[in-house]
């Protein structure tokens, strides 16, 4: 025991594992109650061995990583390292960082984002059924992903890098839908399309919002055909 000074606690030594990442127990908690692994399992395909790692071995930390701060594949020592965390969630494999690296150049080519937006969806899905709720708004937006690849393609914020589009649910901040673009696709590139298709994951949708993007005759027809409130911010003239 330290000696205590003036300030009301006690500070004690220890040999149990600590863990500065103890938030993160709650994000793979919800994970596994949303059935995570079991959607990946059934979405990507098995390892050619019994001694190869399956992609939840992959995407498990990857994803813990994000959710903690990390940027970079490297920051992947952070979860390694980080014992009692791995302990608590019962975190037993986990590939080196170049492993992962290696897997993610090999499925990017492969289908692996095809495959990730099925797992997405279907995730989405079923937090949506899961939470009930009225009617629901969808906010469409892009976002400018800056990138070094040599592959990175020049952004309207004019730098070089990907311009994806996602779809959200206002009322829960549900990410319902994503599409990864290169970064010279224009956010309106088929609109009505995304549109569509984040109606179909969730048809309670009854309110589209959205900047100038989709400020186009096709989707203002649709909303009216299909009697869909709208909000679409477009730049305004004296005309």
């Known amino acids: 025991m330290i000696t205590q000074g003036l300030l009301p606690f006690k500070l004690e030594r220890t040999d149990e594992l600590l863990t ?3 938030g993160l127990t709650i ?3 919800a994970m596994r109650a949303l059935q995570v692994e ?3 399992r059934a979405a990507f395909p098995h390892p050619g061995s019994n001694r190869g790692y399956e992609a939840w071995s992959y995407i498990e930390p990857l994803v813990l990583m994000l959710i903690g701060g990390g940027r970079q594949v490297e920051d992947l020592r952070e979860i390694r ?3 009692a965390l791995r302990s608590l ?3 037993d494999r986990l590939p080196s960082s170049s492993t992962v690296g290696d897997w993610l150049a090999r499925w990017g080519k492969r289908g692996g984002r095809k495959a990730m937006n099925t797992v997405n969806e279907d995730v989405a899905r079923t937090i949506v059924n899961r939470t009930g709720g009225g009617d629901y708004t969808l906010d469409i937006d892009g976002t400018v992903i800056e990138s070094a690849k040599e592959e990175a393609e ?4 004019k730098v070089k890098g990907y311009q994806p589009i996602l779809g959200f649910l206002a009322e829960n901040s549900v990410c319902l839908a994503s599409e990864f673009r290169p970064g010279n696709i224009p956010g309106h590139s088929q609109a009505l399309k995304f549109f569509k298709r ?3 994951l969730c048809p309670k949708i009854k309110t589209l919002r959205s900047d100038s993007a989709y400020y186009q005759a096709d989707i203002i027809g649709w909303c009216q055909e299909k009697e869909l409130g709208f909000t679409i911010t477009a730049d305004q003239n004296n005309k």
């Open 20 to 22: 500065s990442r103890g």
């Open 27 to 29: 994000f793979a908690e």
């Open 38 to 40: 079991k959607k990946i």
């Open 81 to 83: 390292d980080d014992q």
């Open 89 to 91: 969630i019962g975190l």
């Open 154 to 157: 020049w952004t309207y914020k």
């Open 198 to 200: 984040c109606l179909r």
